[in-house]
């Protein structure tokens, strides 16, 4: 029911671990499944990202999405980054389960969440960048 590149990104993920002093970090979650995904990013000056680790707390699908997205968002400026949508990680993981795409959906967010974090700290707006629905504190409470 999972596509090679899926299990391939479960088995092997792609840039796991975390960034000390990250240009931006995000955490988001999933209220009902509990699932947790943390996204790190490192920006450099001209808004290119040099560097993304994530660390998930989830399902295989959450683990292979989030491996996946930060594929997608390596060397990519963060106006670009904005474009990777959970329909394109799901595209270039060959598709996933329909039960599984909320999933896919936890990996855009958390992109979203650490490219939000990292304007904010850069005191910059990023267009077409809306501010995260929830932080985590919020989530772990419903
Ligand atoms: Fe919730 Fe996969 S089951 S993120």
């Given at each position: 029911?999972?596509s090679?590149?899926?299990?391939?990104?479960?088995n092997?993920?792609r840039?796991?671990?975390?960034?000390?002093?990250?240009?931006?970090?995000?955490?988001?979650g999933?209220a009902?499944?509990?699932?947790?995904?943390r996204?790190y990013l490192?920006?450099d000056?001209?808004?290119?990202i040099?560097?993304?680790?994530?660390?998930?707390?989830?399902?295989?699908a959450?683990v292979?999405?989030?491996?996946?997205a930060?594929?997608?968002?390596?060397?990519k400026t963060?106006q670009?980054?904005?474009q990777?949508?959970?329909?394109a990680?799901?595209?270039?993981?060959?598709?996933?389960?329909p039960?599984k795409?909320?999933?896919s959906?936890?990996?855009?967010?958390?992109?979203h969440?650490?490219?939000?974090?990292?304007a904010?700290?850069?005191?910059i707006?990023?267009?077409?960048?809306?501010e995260p629905v929830?932080d985590?504190?919020?989530?772990?409470?419903?």
């Amino acid at each position: 029911m999972y596509s090679e590149k899926v299990m391939d990104h479960f088995n092997n993920p792609r840039n796991m671990g975390e960034i000390e002093n990250p240009s931006g970090v995000g955490t988001v979650g999933n209220a009902k499944c509990g699932d947790i995904m943390r996204m790190y990013l490192d920006v450099d000056e001209a808004g290119v990202i040099r560097d993304v680790k994530f660390k998930t707390f989830g399902c295989g699908a959450a683990v292979a999405t989030s491996s996946m997205a930060t594929e997608l968002v390596k060397g990519k400026t963060v106006q670009e980054a904005l474009q990777v949508t959970n329909k394109a990680v799901m595209e270039a993981l060959d598709g996933l389960p329909p039960v599984k795409v909320h999933c896919s959906l936890l990996a855009e967010e958390a992109i979203h969440a650490a490219l939000w974090d990292y304007a904010k700290k850069r005191g910059i707006t990023i267009e077409g960048l809306q501010e995260p629905v929830a932080d985590i504190e919020e989530i772990a409470e419903a």
